[in-house]
């Protein structure tokens, strides 16, 4: 006999909806565009799109260091696989937001540049969610606070995470090989790390939970990567859009974010390559 195919039923009145559990009328309600231009509503909702994602980012992250804050837990070594399964859906992430970038470059310069004044002085610069996000990882810079002075609650939260242990700050904390590697003096504390990591791969059954710390390092090694994937994307989509202009937040523009370039969060992962032999 064949199996009956069934329709969804039909929603009763004070049940839960869609609509109603998503919030979905405030959210497409959220778009205001300057001007009535086309592609601004493009525009902004790639912006917003990269903002949720932000969100779910420092979402995963948070758990990832409360993961491995765990560590002298008597699960620790469950919280070490997880920790490497939530980085492994960052990546995924990250990846979808560096592939993002194709959609808004589907629209002319031109057409960018029919309502780019509608939103100066406004600039992406000022994302205190990506500054959150670089601050959570470990690249802490007092410097950026100030851009957020015009929203307290905003610096507030930014003054939060450069006071709380970063993504950096954690995973060397607990990383099991570096506690075996004894160096006293503090300059040498770069190298000291990149050996703790280099030990870690020769031999990852060496160590407690070996494997599940080098799936740890190979994520966050792609993370790092990608992070950069994503600032050399956007500078690509800046330099197809409006060339080496100015930004709107004031910068020279494609030439300042190139500095960022070289940021990464964990060099000494980055290291340990060199020093690896066969
Ligand atoms: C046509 C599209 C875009 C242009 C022309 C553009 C341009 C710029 C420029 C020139 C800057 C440097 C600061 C300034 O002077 O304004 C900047 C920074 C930034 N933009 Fe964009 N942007 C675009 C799209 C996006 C999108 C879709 C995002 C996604 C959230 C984004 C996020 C950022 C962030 C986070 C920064 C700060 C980067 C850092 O400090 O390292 N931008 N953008």
Request: glycine share 8%.
């Given at each position: 006999m064949s199996e009956q195919v069934l329709p969804p039923t039909q929603p009763k009145p004070a049940q839960l909806t869609y609509g109603e559990y998503l919030r979905v009328p405030a959210l497409i309600g959220l778009q205001t565009p300057q001007s009535p231009h086309h592609d601004e509503l493009l525009f902004i909702i790639i912006h917003q799109t990269y903002e949720l994602w932000f969100k779910q980012l420092l979402h995963e992250l948070d758990a990832v260091i409360a993961c491995l804050q765990n560590r002298n837990a008597p699960n620790a070594n469950e919280d070490v696989y997880e920790a490497a399964r939530l980085l492994r859906r960052c990546t995924e992430i990250m990846r979808v937001l560096v592939e993002q970038f194709t959609i808004l470059e589907t629209m002319l310069p031109t057409h960018f540049l029919a309502f780019r004044e509608h939103l100066h002085p406004a600039s992406g610069f000022q994302s205190e969610q990506f500054r959150e996000l670089e601050f959570l990882c470990g690249l802490k810079d007092e410097k950026m606070l100030r851009y957020h002075d015009a929203v307290p609650e905003l610096r507030a939260q930014l003054e939060r995470r450069l006071r709380e242990p970063s993504l950096r700050d954690v995973f060397f904390a607990a990383l099991p090989t570096l506690s075996e590697i004894m160096n006293e003096d503090e300059a040498m504390e770069f190298q000291r790390r990149a050996e703790a990591i280099r030990a870690?791969?020769?031999?990852?059954?060496?160590?407690?939970?070996?494997?599940?710390?080098?799936?740890?390092?190979?994520?966050?090694?792609?993370?790092?990567?990608?992070l950069v994937?994503?600032?050399?994307?956007?500078?690509?989509?800046?330099?197809?859009?409006?060339?080496?202009?100015?930004?709107?937040?004031?910068?020279?523009?494609?030439?300042?974010?190139?500095?960022?370039?070289?940021?990464?969060?964990?060099?000494?992962?980055?290291?340990?390559?060199?020093?690896?032999?066969?």
């Open positions: 870690l791969y020769r031999d990852e059954r060496a160590f407690a939970h070996g494997r599940a710390w080098l799936d740890v390092c190979e994520r966050l090694t792609e993370f790092d990567e990608l994937s994503w600032r050399l994307r956007h500078i690509q989509m800046i330099e197809r859009t409006i060339g080496v202009r100015m930004g709107t937040g004031g910068s020279s523009g494609a030439s300042y974010l190139k500095l960022t370039l070289e940021k990464k969060v964990f060099p000494e992962l980055w290291e340990a390559r060199t020093m690896l032999s066969a």
